[in-house]
């Protein structure tokens, strides 16, 4: 799990607030950068994805914002809602193989 | 319901005992993988097939740890001599050959006494 470094373990955000989770990662052969969330007892689901040519992309009130350079890569969740409460996994991935997971983070919504 | 589906959801077992988990993938999905995560950890890749190929194998996947997927289409996981250490939850998922997205099942929680 070394190579893919995820922050803030855990955070907690007023519903309506804005909740930010940064990636780290090592391997330049990762050429595609999913957001995972998780809800307990259930398997990861894709949330948002990017690509390395673009730098920034925007799905409903979620952005990821990629900065190739410094090898990260971020997952911003606008206007916070209690059912967004779950954990969140980076996975980058090469070559359409396997994902390579974050540590993960816990967000709590309170209302 | 066309998602992953995973048996059993839940497996306890005592230590030394052998266990086998299934997994069908959607069905047109030709790319299989399972993953291994222990309470509070991101999901940590074990092996995945294109077809019936085993393609890739972690370091974790010891010797008491062996996958088929005989046809292509089901697969499953066998732990031979079970440790209290295999104690996590099994997760398969599926993709298809152009698109990087993977589907997950539900799990197998596995619990070794």
């Known amino acids: 799990q070394q190579q893919v470094k995820q922050s803030p373990q855990s955070l907690i955000v007023q519903k309506g607030g804005i909740s930010i989770i940064n990636c780290a990662y090592e391997?330049?052969?990762?050429?595609?950068f999913p957001w995972y969330q998780q809800f307990p007892g259930k398997g990861p689901a894709l949330l948002i994805a990017?690509?390395?040519?673009?730098s920034e992309k925007k799905e409903g009130r979620f952005t990821i914002s990629f900065n190739k350079s410094a090898k990260q890569f971020s997952l911003h969740i606008m206007d916070s809602q209690p059912g967004d409460s779950a954990t969140y996994f980076c996975?980058?991935?090469?070559?359409?193989?396997?994902?390579?997971f974050g540590g993960g983070t816990r967000v709590l919504v309170k209302p | 319901d066309t998602g992953v589906s995973q048996n059993p959801r839940h497996k306890i077992t005592k230590r030394g005992q052998n266990v086998t988990f299934r997994c069908d993938p959607i069905s047109e999905h030709n790319r299989l993988y399972w993953y291994r995560q222990t309470l509070g950890q991101g999901p940590e890749f074990l092996t995945y097939?294109?077809?019936?190929?085993?393609?890739?194998k972690s370091r974790l996947l010891s010797d008491r740890f062996s996958a088929e997927r005989p046809k292509g289409s089901f697969s499953t996981l066998e732990i031979q001599r079970t440790e209290q250490g295999d104690s996590a939850m099994y997760l398969c998922?599926?993709?298809?050959?152009?698109?990087?997205?993977?589907?997950f099942g539900p799990g197998t929680r596995l619990t070794v006494l």
């Open positions: 998922a599926s993709s298809g050959d152009s698109y990087n997205e993977q589907f």
């Open positions: 996975a980058p991935q090469a070559a359409g193989n396997k994902l390579t």
């Open positions: 990017i690509r390395p040519d673009v």
């Open positions: 391997n330049t052969a990762f050429d595609y």
């Open positions: 097939f294109q077809n019936e190929a085993q393609l890739e």
